[in-house]
């Protein structure tokens, strides 16, 4: 850390990670949902679709705030200059965890928009509206004064913006449905195809061009092929989901074609990675940091690119669109992808934060975690996946009403519910080791090395 301001993200790392948590505990309840019939009287209470909100919700916020905390630590060392306002940053927290809590009371009173994902209410709505446009000003106005431009600032100010523009396309409610669904996919699927991966793409470059000493040259030219890549074939994919809100036959072609591609540039990152570990210049530590960096871009490969793959193809969606198979396609893609991304530039950015004599810290409990959580939520998204397959054939091959093919879908619903325990217990491991890492005591030779050139 080399600027006081860089001091915000803290915060910002500390409440994401809290809701990390809160948000795991409400999946859990959902998947009991789906082999135990719970009582009626509790359902009036808290029913299915409120905990979905807001586990889903949850997702949403917790990484949005990742992200900004990465952005506010970031820019800085980028620029080579303080943050405009490092007051108004707090402020901007202050108030999305106040939408966020009020929309979460508000949920369990009925208070929603009722589209999944987006169902904070309108008023809401322009809060987040005026806390994003306080960090789009607080970020743009840093870059202006320091007039220092770089490839890696320019694609997370590109994706920050194209995400805060998209979020006021799922605003607006369309009387016709089949409109409305047709712009929530706007937001829903340009986020995580499009917007997200700029972001993405530059914590990662970011990460690793301090974490490994390769030439900054070196590591923005791959940006730029990757955000070109993920742009063409991110945008034109749209048309995956555009088979069942009533838009033209020809997007059945297009989504097809293009969203097969998508998995290149998530390829490409993951090679990336790889090849940038490869020609580190110092020795790749701390080790932790690489392994979540690294079971980030494969999990990312998996969850985004194969599972995505599988089943984009519009004859295969025919069958499974809306099923178990895209929850799991969700879950493995949201992990592999965001929670990882965020995770690891937590792991990066705290040591640094807390200024540790070297960035190394006690790392068991965190290989710990890792492994109990990846491993948990590959698992549970398996499990997902063959209630999701079951489901596609016995409803819509076979006709089965809904309620009769949930009977077989049970025993996997157990299953998903049993891993979840683990990926809990996973990510308490994390938020607990995150939240009081220590520096690492004994330093090891090659560290040492590294330190003293
Ligand atoms: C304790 C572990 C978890 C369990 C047991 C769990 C369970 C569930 C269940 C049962 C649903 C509802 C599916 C439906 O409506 O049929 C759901 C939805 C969802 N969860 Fe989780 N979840 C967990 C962790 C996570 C994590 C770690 C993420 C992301 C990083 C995540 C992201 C999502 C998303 C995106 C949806 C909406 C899926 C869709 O619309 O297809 N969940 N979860
Ligand atoms: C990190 C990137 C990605 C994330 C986080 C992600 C997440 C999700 C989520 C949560 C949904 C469910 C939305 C809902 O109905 O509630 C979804 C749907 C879908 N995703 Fe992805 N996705 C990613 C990348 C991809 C890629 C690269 C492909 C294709 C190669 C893909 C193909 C699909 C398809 C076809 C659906 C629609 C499923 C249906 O019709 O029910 N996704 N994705
Ligand atoms: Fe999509």
Do not use: C
Not at 4 to 33: C, D, I, M, T
Not at 45 to 60: E, K, Y
Not at 165 to 181: C, E, K, Q, T
Not at 433 to 451: K, M, N, S, Y
């Amino acid at each position: 850390m080399r600027y006081e301001s860089q001091r915000v993200a803290y915060p910002y790392f500390v409440v994401a990670l809290l809701l990390f948590g809160l948000q795991l505990v409400l999946g859990l309840w959902l998947a009991f949902n789906y082999f135990f019939t719970v009582p009626q009287a509790i359902v009036d209470v808290f029913p299915f679709a409120t905990a979905r909100a807001m586990h889903t919700n949850l997702l949403v916020l917790w990484l949005l705030l990742g992200f900004m905390g990465a952005t506010f630590y970031a820019i800085p060392e980028e620029t080579g200059s303080e943050l405009a306002w490092p007051r108004l940053a707090i402020v901007q927290l202050v108030i999305l965890v106040a939408v966020g809590v009020v929309a979460l009371v508000g949920f369990l009173f009925g208070w929603t928009q009722g589209r999944p994902l987006l169902e904070i209410p309108r008023p809401l709505d322009l809060f987040v509206v005026a806390g994003v446009l306080m960090f789009l000003a607080n970020v743009g106005v840093t870059i202006m004064r320091a007039r220092r431009f770089t490839a890696t600032q320019g694609s997370l100010l590109a994706g920050l913006v194209f995400l805060a523009v998209l979020y006021l396309f799922g605003i607006p409610f369309y009387r016709n449905l089949a409109v409305d669904w047709y712009y929530w996919w706007w937001v829903i699927h340009l986020w995580v195809e499009g917007a997200w991966e700029l972001v993405t793409a530059a914590l990662v470059a970011f990460m690793v061009i301090q974490l490994t000493g390769v030439e900054r040259r070196v590591v923005e030219r791959w940006l730029y092929v990757e955000l070109g890549l993920f742009l063409f074939t991110g945008i034109a994919g749209t048309g995956h989901h555009y088979y069942w809100v009533a838009a033209p036959k020809y997007w059945l072609w297009v989504g097809g074609v293009f969203s097969s591609l998508e998995p290149l540039p998530i390829a490409l990152m993951l090679l990336d990675t790889w090849r940038h570990m490869r020609e580190a210049r110092r020795p790749l530590r701390p080790r932790l940091t690489w392994v979540f960096l690294f079971g980030m871009a494969v999990l990312h490969f998996i969850g985004a690119g194969a599972f995505g793959m599988a089943h984009t193809l519009p004859q295969i969606n025919y069958y499974t669109h809306g099923s178990q198979v895209t929850v799991s396609h969700g879950h493995l893609a949201f992990y592999g992808a965001y929670a990882l991304v965020n995770l690891s530039f937590f792991y990066f950015a705290i040591p640094r934060l807390k200024r540790f004599p070297s960035d190394e810290y006690r790392s068991t409990l965190g290989h710990w975690a890792f492994w109990v959580m990846s491993l948990s939520l590959l698992g549970m998204s398996l499990a997902f996946g063959v209630a999701g397959v079951l489901q596609s054939y016995l409803e819509r091959v076979q006709g089965q009403p809904y309620m009769v093919a949930q009977q077989p879908i049970r025993f996997w619903m157990f299953v998903a519910f049993v891993h979840g325990i683990g990926v809990l217990a996973g990510a308490v491991m994390v938020i607990a080791h995150l939240l009081t890492l220590r520096p690492e005591p004994r330093v090891e030779p090659a560290a040492e090395g590294a330190r003293a050139t």
